[in-house]
């Protein structure tokens, strides 16, 4: 069984930054695809960053591309995700994922954090 815990949220102005962390406990995460989510509220949960378990592939969506940079340390079982440039719509709770059988978190999640609230002020 593997825990999740993220942190690093906060209150944070328009063009600011703020860096996500995950903390994991209970396994490895040195073979897992991770990634990073987050859910605005009356929006559907939507993938933000991937990475996979080597730490050489990532992905973004479109909305964060140049802006956002996750990362992971398997050795310390961490993945981070730095976000700059800040904007209002990024305004939501950002969650850790996990996912054990290498097809990666866009098409199945076998591990959430409890998530952190970003709320970035205009």
């Known amino acids: 069984q593997v825990q999740l815990v993220e942190s690093g949220g906060g209150l944070v102005q328009a063009g600011g930054s703020l860096r996500l962390s995950c903390a994991a406990s209970?396994?490895?995460?040195?073979?897992?695809?991770m990634g990073w989510f987050r859910q605005a509220p009356g929006k559907e949960r939507e993938l933000v960053a991937a990475i996979n378990w080597r730490g050489d592939i990532t992905s973004y969506a479109d909305s964060v591309k140049g802006r956002f940079a996750i990362s992971r340390d398997s050795a310390k079982k961490m993945l981070a995700l730095q976000m700059n440039s800040l904007k209002p719509e990024d305004t939501a709770v950002y969650y850790c994922a996990a996912e054990t059988s290498g097809q990666g978190v866009g098409a199945r999640v076998d591990y959430w954090g409890q998530g952190t609230q970003v709320t970035v002020s205009s």
């Open positions: 209970g396994h490895t995460l040195s073979y897992y695809d």
